[in-house]
């Protein structure tokens, strides 16, 4: 809800002391409208000292505060500057989350993760991977897939919480009607009723209707969801029932759900439901495809944020226990609105997952909650303002939701939309790749190609084409897999990847296949590392154990001495030219018997068909030896291991 107010920017040098009798009167006096929740009242009391370039601590906050909870956050941004510019806010985490918010509703993405690592450290909560750059590249994935209309029947003042009733939009309004109607101190305004109108006319010129007098009382009434038959309706209220205000231990009243049912003659029979509470609110109803669970959102003891989602069987007249929906969807901020849509997605408004700024709307498939995130809809739905109560017509591909966004007709507006791309709701990567010779890059057609996921389960089966391509088809975000090619006379090869956490990502794998060596046809003094085209064996500088890499490249040498069980080898260290021989020759013999040791200890290669020297700089295969001026490629071919054939 959008408040217009003039902003005051504090230039002055020269403060009115705190001791200053007169301001402190008026802050106490503000204060006190602010505790009633009478923001405007206090707004304008704050805002006079700050004219008269009053600072203090309670002034900031009071004035950041009354913008805040009536949702203008650009001006709740300047006066959340000036207190954070004005005092250390360690000590007050919750000013820091809400100047986070603000900033965020400025467009101040980079400034307000600043900000949010600060409230996290402070509030001792863990650090977060997410961020704004990578949370905009997934935003604009989804956005433009949606295109807004304005709708007609918006009044200057707020409505908002479409749900559908037949072929009729019901909503919530606090429009003017009558000559004196009834004020909340809150901001100055009426009471919000429900109203009707029709979803043929939402563009057209029809007024809408006022509901059922028993539906609409002298309080609020909002958010109601019907069944299909439309006999039935979840609503949103104040504490009022049977004509008692009912408030908790500190004077609110708090928002109830409320049951309607129509009888034989076409009246509202109302009741309220069993698991609301004086102490806390239950508000904001949904009901499932199936019309058997009710999901509402609320801020009662044991929650995860300021207000949660939740769940609760319908049985009959009464209900069962309600459920928490979990970390997945719920955060420590406030997450509200829900709707289920009928091919079972959950939308709903949220403040805690990452999003353009203020709420935005957000979804989830509720019958793949395992295998789904929560995906932001993108733009042109969210915006840096307040965008909730979010509903769809999947077979029309059409709806309604409400914003405050800039341009609007009143505070907070209702708008529609088409659908023109369904939303990614699941993130997902495409895997597809190319089989080849490893040593003639020559394509291989009619390999089999396995995708195997990080249980071992094997995923997808297939077959390269003519042109050794194959398709693995779709995979799920942030995985591991490893795709496995074979073919005949060929030896088995795997790449394992890791999927990323990008959206529609596509993955490209190249799969290298080395041929089998059908028989020993080798001579005495043959080197497997020609004969396997195996890659040099790096060690670290100045180091003799066996790298990873390395490992990999001698794991050959194993296969292929399991393979001809009565070949041995003779295995021989070189290094370079470079640095004295005599250390040379010691760092070629600790790696020779690091090698040796790996082969025999790792690849069960038994020590009796293994010899093997360190040569140091004794048997360099070109000119570069002491005093000669070489590059570092010709002195690489001098750094070698070779696996000479001794017995076959």
Not at 1 to 14: T, Y
Not at 264 to 273: H, R, V
Not at 282 to 293: C, F, G, I, K
Request: negative net charge.
């Amino acid at each position: 809800m959008k408040i217009s107010a003039k902003i005051f920017v504090v230039l002055c040098v020269l403060s009115f002391g705190f001791g200053n009798a007169q301001n402190k009167n008026v802050i106490k006096k503000a204060s006190q409208e602010f505790s009633d929740y009478s923001y405007i009242d206090a707004q304008e009391d704050y805002l006079k000292l700050a004219e008269e370039g009053y600072k203090s601590e309670e002034l900031f906050k009071g004035l950041g505060d009354s913008y805040y909870f009536t949702a203008d956050y650009v001006n709740a941004a300047t006066w959340y500057t000036h207190l954070y510019d004005f005092m250390n806010l360690t000590a007050t985490p919750e000013y820091l989350y809400r100047y986070a918010q603000t900033l965020k509703s400025t467009e101040q993405y980079n400034l307000s993760d600043n900000i949010m690592k600060e409230y996290r450290k402070a509030a001792n909560l863990p650090e977060s991977s997410i961020n704004s750059k990578t949370t905009m590249k997934d935003i604009d994935r989804n956005s433009g897939r949606y295109e807004v209309q304005n709708v007609t029947f918006n009044s200057t003042l707020s409505d908002f919480a479409p749900s559908f009733k037949d072929n009729k939009l019901v909503f919530a309004s606090n429009r003017f009607e009558g000559t004196n109607p009834k004020k909340h101190n809150w901001n100055d305004q009426p009471f919000f009723d429900l109203y009707t109108v029709q979803i043929a006319e939402a563009y057209g010129d029809e007024t809408p209707e006022k509901m059922s007098k028993v539906l609409n009382t002298q309080y609020h009434e909002s958010s109601a969801v019907f069944t299909k038959d439309s006999k039935t309706v979840y609503f949103t209220r104040n504490n009022y029932t049977k004509y008692d205000y009912e408030t908790d231990q500190d004077g609110t009243n708090r928002l109830k759900l409320y049951r309607g049912r129509l009888n034989e003659k076409g009246k509202w029979k109302i009741k309220e439901l069993p698991f609301n509470s004086d102490e806390f609110s239950v508000a904001h109803p949904a009901l499932s495809v199936d019309e058997t669970t009710l999901y509402f959102a609320s801020d009662m003891p044991g929650g995860l944020g300021e207000s949660d989602l939740y769940k609760i069987a319908i049985e009959g007249d009464g209900f069962g226990t309600p459920i928490n929906l979990g970390k997945t969807i719920n955060t420590e901020f406030r997450d509200t609105f829900p709707f289920i849509a009928d091919d079972n997605k959950l939308y709903f408004a949220s403040e805690g997952h990452q999003g353009l700024g203020g709420l935005d709307v957000f979804v989830t498939d509720l019958v793949k909650t395992s295998n789904t995130g929560i995906k932001n809809l993108g733009r042109p739905i969210n915006s840096p303002k307040d965008d909730f109560g979010f509903i769809l017509n999947i077979t029309a591909k059409e709806g309604f939701f409400t914003s405050n966004r800039d341009g609007g007709k009143g505070f907070d507006d209702i708008y529609g939309f088409k659908e023109v791309m369904p939303v990614i709701v699941e993130c997902v990567q495409k895997v597809d790749g190319i089989v080849r010779d490893k040593n003639t890059n020559a394509i291989i057609a009619n390999a089999k190609v396995v995708l195997i996921g990080d249980a071992m389960e094997v995923l997808v089966e297939t077959t390269s084409d003519q042109k050794g391509y194959f398709d693995l088809g779709i995979i799920k975000c942030e995985k591991t897999y490893t795709a496995r090619a074979s073919k005949e006379n060929y030896n088995i090869a795997e790449e394992t990847f890791n999927s990323t956490t990008e959206l529609d990502l596509a993955l490209s794998l190249e799969i290298g296949l080395t041929s089998k060596i059908v028989a020993p046809v080798v001579s005495i003094g043959t080197d497997l590392t020609v004969l396997l085209d195996l890659d040099n064996i790096n060690f670290d500088y100045d180091k003799s154990f066996i790298r990873p890499d390395a490992a990999a490249i001698l794991q050959r040498v194993v296969n292929y001495m399991k393979k001809f069980p009565t070949v041995k080898i003779d295995v021989r260290s070189h290094t370079d030219s470079r640095g004295r021989d005599s250390y040379n020759e010691s760092l070629s013999e600790r790696r020779n018997i690091s090698t040796r040791k790996w082969l025999v200890e790792k690849g069960g290669i038994k020590a009796t068909r293994l010899s093997g020297k360190g040569y140091g700089e004794t048997r360099l295969v070109n000119q570069c030896s002491n005093g000669v001026t070489c590059s570092d490629q010709e002195h690489e071919l001098n750094r070698r291991s070779e696996f000479i054939v001794v017995s076959k």
